[in-house]
């Protein structure tokens, strides 16, 4: 099934270049574009049916962050700006799946179309894709800077109030997130919330005993709602 966009630029060449790219991927159809946020939003208040939409930060009156707001369910959406400086605050949106600095290449709109293949699209719903890609890295901001993290290197994720703490073959990693978030950019045939603190990577699993698990040095409580999706996912003999 063809994924439905939008673009949103008041930049007539930008989305004419947005547009031809989109027509090189079968899977896309450009429902509509549009100069200004003003008039998307209209058009959003009647057609439900949009996975993507291609928006541009900086726009006359009505900034790119500004469209975001105003959206109670937005589907996925990738920011197309000149401007380099707002890339840790787009990340502050659930719905921001990347950030393409213009001028926009074709194979850097690939990169962009496997991330929105793997968390799924939304149509303005909640529902996330069991889909896969190869994208192994995910970008946490700490201190200000997008850190890189290898995904199958996690082996942990736990909650500590308004942070989580990420834990990976090679370093700790104390995030500004909830673990809800975090699950979302996780592939989901690995990582399993197995407590309502933790998160686990299954391939790291050493041992399980009663309602623990034990992963490195780590004993991680497994709650009785989840144990059962725990066991689904091993190979026992």
Known sequence: MKKRCLIIDDDTAARLII???CSDFSELE???EFSNAIDAIKFL????TIDIIFLDIHMPSFSGFDFIQTLKSPPQIVLTTSDKN????????????DYLVKPITKERFEKSLKKLSKIGVNSNSENISDSEDTTNDLYVNIDRRLVKINIPDIYVIEAKGDYVRIKTESKNHIVHSTLKKVEEKLPKSIFLKVHRSYII?????????DNSI?????VIPVSRANRSELMKRLNLL
């Not at 208040?45 to 439900?48: G, L, M, S, V």
């Not at 840790?88 to 659930?94: I, M, S």
């Not at 990577?201 to 005993?209: A, F, P, V």
């Open 201 to 209: 990577n299954t391939n790291k699993i050493i041992d399980i005993e």
């Open 19 to 21: 547009k031809k790219i």
């Open 30 to 32: 450009v429902v509509e």
């Open 45 to 48: 208040n009647t057609e439900k």
């Open 214 to 218: 034990l992963i490195k040095q780590d």
């Open 86 to 97: 707002f890339a840790l605050d787009a990340f502050e949106y659930d719905c921001v799946v």
